[in-house]
């Protein structure tokens, strides 16, 4: 017995003890997530959903509960009756008895309101977590100052109140609608409820106790109360229709439909008041006829009679009943997409371009990027990666301000990559406090290159070295970054892995700002929810160390506000010698009435409202508006006071190194292909329709993906950094058309940036596109001969993006030409530059080589910064230019002999080749053909031979 005693106390509080514990477990997450939105800063990201969600899941979940717990409490009667008289029935056939009810109204209550309460959580927990941003955005809408064509209706009614009433409408017709039909059913199972014909306009055929029948009265009326509620919803969202041509109300919807739903309004409120007429009045045909009648006619009304007007009147003169609806698609897709503000001018494409005009243009010139962003980052990895656990996730194209001097560079950060570590190192202590961070960048200039065929580092190494001041980086540690996946712990006891020193390390201790300490509470709470007790066994953990959540800057911002939808591609900057990523954060919706949705998106509507800078040490989260005047922004600046800064408050040297997004201009550019037409006719027939304009990559087609230059727009006094794109005419699979017809530019330097320029060819003119151009250069013999004997064994040819340059009102396209071997782990060089301008084409070592080979030796000298990189400095004595060349000449002696050893392979099998009886003009033919290939493979030992005895001879 004392042993019993002494064992439930101590029982009791290890049960409390697992109680406190599960309880603190499930507020783990919370806590943890209110401490990081509290440490960056942004606690209002934090609290604002939280209450909203609250408040909507309160109210919601109040009235849900009141309106199921009375409906169920009224059949309560009923039920009981009927389970105690079934129940009472089968004992009866065993034996007559009297017994107690089996069910208690005591006991039904409680469980009615248990399920009351269940029904009502779920419901409201649902709402509270997808309509919290539309009650918050119908509290605090802005104008967007811009009507539909249809109600003439502020666009902001459609964003920011429609969604609303549709949350509303969806939150309680659902629920109420099933709880009828589960009331109604009941009540006949249990005979409440009987029906003597089926005849039920017919009185007294369907015969309903008082009590039911106030019930049902009751559901009916709220149900036909929300639907009327809906019909008017309906009518608004025809503006989103997608019958027949138009994408928006058409021809049908604004005489059929939009008809029908105003109509049906009143038929639900007639409805309504019998409903409510029958909780007073005995006759059921008040809740029966109603019901019927409203089915009925709404599906005779909303879906046969608008099929059969599109069918019957709509579609045989289709253009003619359709033209002012797709005039509204053309207006407001244009408007959703900013296509509207798109400044068009004329480009001749054909003014004769001299020696003397190219000196007006070389600052365009200088800056052509030759270095394509696709494979170089094959190199970086390869030159720069240092270490296996090093990796460049991507190449960022931005520009700075050299010497004085605009050049185009090449960025990428270096960042850690623990997975790629050695997997006996990856254990807990190396994953979570050693390896916490990346270190330092690579850059390169454009159009930078080395004899090797590779890019001139700009900045390289670890610890990063550069000649140039604008490029020094005093800060390169990389805590936060598109590859940081996991958490970290950071100043512990034990100092981070911070950059190797050949067979050593250099170690260093995190200093940042941002970053959760771990006080006792902290560390208790954490532990839970990272369900890992090291944070207690590790001894280097301190009160001083901090835990770094969410360090994926993607991962990062999308925490702080879901509510933006982000560019899957940032880029870094060097700011002040720190590094800093840049992420394009966009306003979107699908509520723009007309517009028509993109093809790979599910929004009709976008803005680049939002750039996003984060700190790459200490990962602190800046929120720029950069267009103040989106309604949409204004509404989440009103929602969410003190998150966003104005853009004046944006550092220059930030704000000099912002970009135009590419994926909204690619976005733009595929609704422009069609949406560039404005006549109703035109744009109906689509006779005028664009495709992005198509290259060849690698070896393979494709469409020409948009790309950053620096260079001199028509009509401008100075070079800009610009994104542009090429047009074809749409093509078919039978009818390839591939002519350049026009090109969209996008400005980004000072005031001008956001400002979109489209320049269209004359249509009486054809003039090369990128792929035709693509097609020239396979056709050149010399070119063509170059690429197959490249393309032998051991070794591939990569052509890199087909520059399209407006340059003097013509164009003059560039195209970078890599070799790279077969062989794993092989990194692609380049080996020659293709130029052509016109029905000129040259192939040359350089670009200046290039065009003097077009347009004569008077062509400006170009400073394209190709000197050596660090690696490859000599003592100046000539020795290592004269092992480069002999290295070429053995190189290219190889080449003969291998060419050389295939001619004599052919000859051979044709001499052993048995003379057929009727060989006559065919293989007189093949024969011919057979000396064409060996006389071309003579000429290309010849001229290879040639050029190996001239570097010989050098």
Same mark, same amino acid.
């Given at each position: ?26 507020? &783990?997450? =919370? ?5 990081? *939105? ?7 990201? %934090?609290?604002? @959903? $939280? /209450? ?89 809408? &802005?104008? =967007? ?5 249809? *109600? ?7 964003? %920011?109140?429609? @969604? $609303? /009433? ?107 008041? %019998?409903?409510?007429?029958? /909780? ?675």
């Amino acid at each position: 017995m004392r042993g019993k005693s002494i064992l439930k106390p101590g029982l009791k509080v290890l049960v409390l003890l697992i109680i406190i514990i599960a309880v603190l477990s499930a507020l &783990s997450g =919370f806590y943890e997530d209110w401490l990081w *939105f509290t440490d960056l800063g942004y606690a209002t990201l %934090f609290w604002t @959903p $939280f /209450f909203s969600k609250v408040l909507i899941q309160a109210i919601n979940g109040t009235m849900l509960f009141l309106v199921i717990f009375a409906t169920l409490m009224s059949g309560r009667h009923a039920f009981t009756t009927f389970y105690n008289e079934r129940f009472r029935k089968r004992i009866r056939l065993v034996e007559e008895v009297n017994l107690p009810p089996a069910v208690s109204p005591r006991r039904v209550t409680i469980s009615l309101l248990v399920l009351s309460a269940v029904i009502s959580i779920i419901v409201s927990f649902i709402v509270g977590f997808t309509g919290w941003l539309d009650f918050l955005s119908f509290v605090n809408a &802005s104008s =967007f100052n811009y009507s539909d064509p249809l *109600f003439n209706q502020d666009l902001g009614f459609f964003v %920011f109140k429609l @969604p $609303f /009433f549709e949350t509303i409408y969806n939150a309680f017709f659902s629920p109420i609608l099933i709880l009828t039909l589960f009331t109604a059913l009941f009540y006949i199972m249990t005979g409440v409820v009987r029906f003597h014909s089926i005849r039920i306009w017919k009185k007294d055929v369907v015969v309903i106790s008082p009590t039911a029948r106030r019930h049902l009265g009751v559901l009916l009326t709220i149900l036909f109360a929300l639907k009327g509620f809906g019909y008017y919803i309906s009518a608004y969202e025809l503006v989103y229709s997608h019958r027949g041509h138009v994408i928006g109300a058409g021809y049908s919807d604004i005489y059929a439909s939009l008809p029908v739903f105003k109509i049906l309004v009143v038929v639900s409120l007639v409805c309504f008041l %019998f409903s409510l007429i029958a /909780f007073f009045r005995k006759d059921s045909r008040l809740l029966t006829m109603p019901i019927m009648f409203l089915i009925v006619f709404s599906l005779f009304t909303s879906g046969v009679f608008p099929t059969m007007l599109q069918s019957m009147v709509v579609v045989p003169n289709e253009l003619e009943k359709e033209t002012p609806y797709i005039a509204s698609e053309i207006q407001m897709t244009r408007y959703a997409y900013g296509l509207d503000k798109i400044a068009e001018q004329d480009y001749t494409g054909v003014d004769t371009v001299t020696a003397q005009d190219l000196k007006d243009e070389v600052g365009t010139l200088n800056n052509v990027r030759l270095n394509d962003p696709r494979p170089m980052q094959q190199i970086y990895n390869q030159k720069q990666g240092i270490r296996q656990y090093y990796k460049f996730n991507d190449i960022d194209v931005d520009r700075y301000n050299i010497g004085g001097t605009y050049r185009q560079v090449m960025l990428s950060a270096r960042e850690i990559s623990v997975q790629d570590l050695d997997p006996k190192a990856l254990t807990f202590i190396n994953t979570r406090f050693k390896y916490t961070h990346g270190f330092g960048l690579t850059a390169s200039f454009a159009n930078a290159v080395t004899t090797k065929g590779l890019p001139a580092f700009a900045v390289s190494n670890v610890p990063p070295q550069t000649d140039y001041e604008e490029l020094k980086i005093t800060e390169p540690r990389i805590y936060f970054g598109e590859l940081t996946n996991d958490w970290v712990v950071a100043d512990t006891k034990s100092k981070e892995f911070d950059y190797p020193l050949g067979n050593d390390y250099a170690m260093n201790n995190y200093a940042g700002k941002t970053g959760i300490p771990f006080t006792a509470f902290n560390k208790l709470m954490l532990s839970l929810h990272q369900m890992t007790p090291r944070f207690y066994l590790a001894g280097e953990v301190t009160s001083e160390s901090k835990l770094l959540l969410n360090r994926n800057i993607l991962d990062r911002v999308k925490k702080l506000a879901p509510f933006l939808t982000y560019d899957d591609d940032p880029y870094t900057v060097i700011d002040n010698g720190r590094i800093k990523w840049i992420i394009d954060a966009y306003t979107t919706t699908d509520k723009i009435p007309y517009s028509s949705k993109n093809s790979t998106q599910g929004f009709n509507y976008i803005r680049n409202s939002v750039k996003v800078v984060i700190d790459a040490y200490d990962g602190t989260v800046d929120f720029y508006a950069i267009d103040e005047e989106d309604p949409i922004l204004k509404t989440y600046q009103k929602i969410f006071p003190g998150v966003f800064k104005s853009n004046s408050e944006m550092p220059y040297s930030l704000k000099s190194h912002l970009r135009y997004p590419e994926t909204m201009f690619k976005i733009q550019c595929d609704m422009l292909n069609t949406f560039h037409m404005t006549n109703t006719k035109v744009f109906y027939n689509k006779e005028d329709a664009w495709n992005v304009a198509k290259e060849i990559y690698g070896s393979a087609e494709q469409n020409v993906e948009p790309y950053y230059v620096i260079m001199k727009l028509p009509g401008e006094t100075k070079e800009e950094f610009v994104l542009m794109q090429p047009f074809t005419p749409a093509s078919s699979a039978s009818n390839s058309r591939n002519n350049l017809v026009s090109w969209l530019g996008a400005r980004m330097d000072g005031e001008n940036y956001g400002k979109l320029v489209l320049y269209k060819m004359p249509k009486n003119i054809e003039i090369d596109g990128p792929f035709q151009v693509e097609s020239r250069i396979d056709q050149d013999p010399e070119i063509s001969q170059q690429f197959a004997l490249w393309d032998q064994k051991g070794s591939s040819v990569l052509r890199g993006n087909l520059l399209v340059l407006p340059i003097g009102g013509n164009i003059l396209f560039v195209e970078p030409i890599y070799l790279q071997s077969t062989t794993s782990g092989s990194i692609p060089e380049m080996k020659r530059i293709v130029v052509v301008y016109e029905d000129k084409i040259v192939m040359a070592d350089t670009l200046e080589e290039g065009l003097k080979g077009i347009f004569g030796r008077s062509v400006p000298s170009l400073n394209t910064l190709q000197e050596k990189p660090l690696e490859e400095s000599g003592a100046g004595d000539g020795t290592d230019t004269t092992k480069t060349e002999l290295k070429s000449v053995l190189e290219q002696i190889k080449q003969i002999r291998e060419m050389l050893e295939a001619l004599e392979n052919q000859v051979t099998a044709i001499n052993n080749e048995d003379p057929t009886p009727d060989s006559g003009l065919g293989t007189g033919q093949d024969v011919s053909t057979d000396n064409k290939a060996e006389n071309a493979s003579a000429a290309s030992v010849k001229g290879t031979a040639a050029e190996a005895t001239v570097n010989a001879g050098q």
